[in-house]
């Protein structure tokens, strides 16, 4: 791509989260929490994960809310405005990777404007206000680093990833099933992954050790999506009252999913160890990324963003009918469970609770079944999108 080409896409890119940004501009699901986080961190303790039920990730994004929080109160800013932005900025940086690695593809423009316009990014960065964007950037160039070369760039951009959001970790093995690498080259990747992280937790960990293992590492997600959230939405269906989301109430629903995610994760591992698969590293990252989305019941909205940049990268069939599942999926989740994130008064007429209620259950099923199809046809080539 040319540089004018570059700069048009980031343009359009940058238009098209703007304005969800800035008319959305209410404290309302996340934002609210990240608010909450921001006003204890600066009144009541530097420590989030002492806060319960506010803050399940690592330590980096805490200090983004903080200083949101401190832009807002100093200067008269909006806070869901300031809080976004950083997530604008890190989806701008994908689009950027994308118009960079499309082309030695055989892809060329077309992964930067897909991702560019696709409507779950806008959901979850401009509406939603989500920050999975950037710990993915950073899995896109530790998987451009290590194409070049560069594992310990590489490792240190995937350790920037797990130190914004937990799900990167899961790629971690993925690298190092990679062939060509000796077990000491191997151990080294890992340190630089994780050192880091096991670092910043320290302080948390010296300061309430267990404020930090229930907030972050009990945490089971929440079943908005996946097949326990498909499952939650056909009870309400049946019985007109709609199950609570959190983890809690499904127990024996996120065990089940945590031993069918695990052996599918692990069957993955086995057989890029042992050659069987023939994926490049972007390939089986997806293949880890639509796992988790098939098997793992309990599912949060912005879990549905994690696989958009490979599929812009690598394109094909059911990427495009995931991509319209996921969108209708959305939508009626936030009309349905969420409205505020999309608008501030009741809503349109054409789309009420209870239709958007049915909307969402059956993009939930859409969602499923689209990525699992993808999922068990990843070694055929995929057609161009």
Same mark, same amino acid.
């Given at each position: 791509?040319?540089?004018?080409?570059?700069?048009?896409?980031?343009?359009?890119?940058?238009?098209?989260?703007?304005?969800?940004?800035?008319?959305?501009?209410?404290?309302? +699901?996340?934002?609210?929490?990240?608010?909450?986080?921001?006003?204890?961190?600066?009144?009541?303790?530097?420590?989030?994960?002492?806060?319960?039920?506010?803050?399940?990730?690592?330590?980096?994004?805490?200090?983004?809310?903080?200083?949101? $929080?401190?832009?807002?109160?100093? #200067? #008269?800013?909006?806070?869901?405005?300031?809080?976004?932005?950083?997530?604008? %900025?890190?989806?701008?940086?994908?689009?950027?990777?994308?118009?960079?690695? $499309?082309?030695?593809?055989?892809?060329?423009?077309?992964?930067?404007?897909?991702?560019?316009?696709?409507?779950?990014?806008?959901?979850?960065?401009?509406?939603?206000?989500?920050?999975? +964007? %950037?710990?993915?950037?950073?899995?896109?160039?530790?998987?451009?680093?290590?194409?070049?070369?560069?594992?310990?760039?590489?490792?240190?951009?995937?350790?920037?990833?797990?130190?914004?959001?937990?799900?990167?970790?899961?790629?971690?093995?993925?690298?190092?099933?990679?062939?060509?690498?000796?077990?000491?080259?191997?151990?080294?990747?890992?340190?630089?992954?994780?050192?880091?992280?096991?670092?910043?937790?320290?302080?948390?960990?010296?300061?309430?050790?267990?404020?930090?293992?229930?907030?972050?590492?009990?945490? #089971?997600?929440?079943?908005?999506?996946?097949?326990?959230?498909?499952?939650?939405?056909?009870?309400?269906?049946?019985? $007109?009252?709609?199950?609570?989301?959190?983890?809690?109430?499904?127990?024996?629903?996120?065990?089940?999913?945590?031993?069918?995610?695990?052996?599918?994760? #692990?069957?993955?591992?086995?057989?890029?160890?042992?050659?069987?698969?023939?994926?490049?590293?972007?390939?089986?990252?997806?293949?880890?990324?639509?796992?988790?989305?098939?098997?793992?019941?309990?599912?949060?909205?912005?879990?549905?963003?994690?696989?958009?940049?490979?599929?812009?990268?690598?394109?094909?069939?059911?990427?495009?009918?995931?991509?319209? %599942?996921?969108?209708?999926?959305?939508?009626?989740?936030?009309?349905?469970?969420?409205?505020?994130?999309?608008?501030?008064?009741?809503?349109?007429?054409?789309?009420?609770?209870?239709?958007?209620?049915?909307?969402?259950?059956?993009?939930?099923?859409?969602?499923?079944?689209?990525?699992?199809?993808?999922?068990?046809?990843?070694?055929?080539?995929?057609?161009? +999108?």
């Amino acid at each position: 791509m040319t540089v004018r080409q570059r700069a048009m896409v980031l343009a359009v890119a940058l238009a098209v989260r703007l304005v969800p940004v800035f008319i959305a501009d209410r404290e309302v +699901a996340d934002v609210l929490r990240y608010r909450k986080v921001a006003d204890h961190v600066q009144d009541v303790s530097w420590n989030p994960y002492a806060a319960a039920r506010l803050f399940p990730y690592p330590p980096v994004w805490v200090w983004v809310e903080a200083g949101a $929080g401190w832009l807002s109160r100093q #200067g #008269g800013l909006s806070f869901p405005v300031v809080v976004k932005l950083p997530i604008v %900025a890190a989806d701008l940086g994908i689009v950027w990777w994308l118009a960079t690695w $499309g082309p030695p593809r055989g892809r060329g423009a077309r992964p930067a404007w897909i991702y560019a316009l696709h409507p779950v990014s806008v959901l979850i960065t401009g509406f939603h206000g989500q920050f999975d +964007a %950037a710990a993915l950037l950073f899995v896109l160039l530790a998987i451009s680093c290590w194409s070049q070369a560069r594992p310990a760039q590489s490792a240190l951009a995937l350790s920037a990833a797990v130190g914004l959001k937990s799900f990167p970790v899961l790629l971690l093995p993925v690298v190092l099933a990679q062939p060509g690498q000796t077990i000491r080259e191997r151990l080294r990747y890992a340190a630089l992954v994780l050192g880091p992280v096991l670092l910043l937790l320290v302080p948390y960990a010296v300061a309430d050790l267990g404020a930090l293992r229930r907030e972050l590492f009990t945490y #089971g997600g929440v079943a908005d999506f996946g097949w326990i959230g498909l499952t939650r939405g056909v009870r309400w269906l049946a019985t $007109g009252v709609l199950p609570r989301s959190e983890a809690v109430y499904w127990s024996g629903h996120v065990l089940a999913a945590k031993v069918l995610f695990l052996a599918s994760y #692990g069957g993955l591992l086995v057989a890029l160890v042992r050659g069987r698969l023939g994926w490049d590293l972007p390939r089986a990252c997806l293949s880890v990324m639509l796992a988790f989305v098939v098997f793992y019941g309990a599912v949060s909205a912005q879990y549905l963003l994690w696989v958009v940049p490979f599929g812009a990268l690598l394109g094909g069939r059911h990427f495009a009918v995931y991509s319209a %599942a996921a969108t209708v999926a959305l939508v009626g989740f936030y009309v349905f469970l969420a409205p505020g994130v999309l608008w501030a008064g009741p809503g349109p007429a054409w789309l009420d609770r209870y239709s958007a209620g049915i909307v969402w259950v059956a993009g939930v099923g859409g969602v499923l079944a689209s990525s699992a199809a993808w999922l068990f046809t990843l070694n055929r080539p995929a057609e161009p +999108a």
